[in-house]
């Protein structure tokens, strides 16, 4: 079992930056894929960015590419996603979820789901 809370998420204006930080609760954390997805009012949960236990498997969404960052510290169970430049776009319920085969990436069956943050990007 895995809890996962997310945190760092506000209102920024457009061409700011966010890191947001994801707390996992387990004992296992050191074994899973951690992913970060999104979800923008109105449409579809989408993938943002990947990355495998190791830590230097990463995946990343075309549309964040060059703008954002995930990253991992297994001896603290934190994932992070610091997030530069970013645009109204980018305005979503942010979402951490863990990987429990190390699959990672946008079509790896996520078990485990955090409730969210708030990211707002005004222009």
């Known amino acids: 079992q895995v809890q996962l809370v997310e945190s760092g998420g506000g209102l920024v204006q457009a061409g700011g930056s966010l890191r947001l930080s994801c707390a996992a609760i387990?004992?296992?954390?050191?074994?899973?894929?951690m992913g970060w997805f999104r979800q923008a009012p109105g449409k579809e949960r989408e993938f943002v960015a990947a990355?495998?236990?190791?830590?230097?498997?990463?995946s990343y969404a075309d549309s964040v590419k060059g703008r954002f960052t995930i990253s991992r510290d297994n001896a603290k169970n934190m994932v992070y996603l610091q997030m530069n430049s970013l645009k109204p776009e980018d305005t979503a319920v942010y979402y951490c979820a863990a990987d429990r085969w190390d699959i990672g990436g946008p079509d790896a069956e996520y078990d485990y789901w955090g409730r969210g943050t708030q990211v707002t990007i005004s222009s």
């Open positions: 990355v495998r236990w190791t830590g230097s498997g990463t």
């Open positions: 387990t004992r296992t954390f050191r074994y899973y894929a």
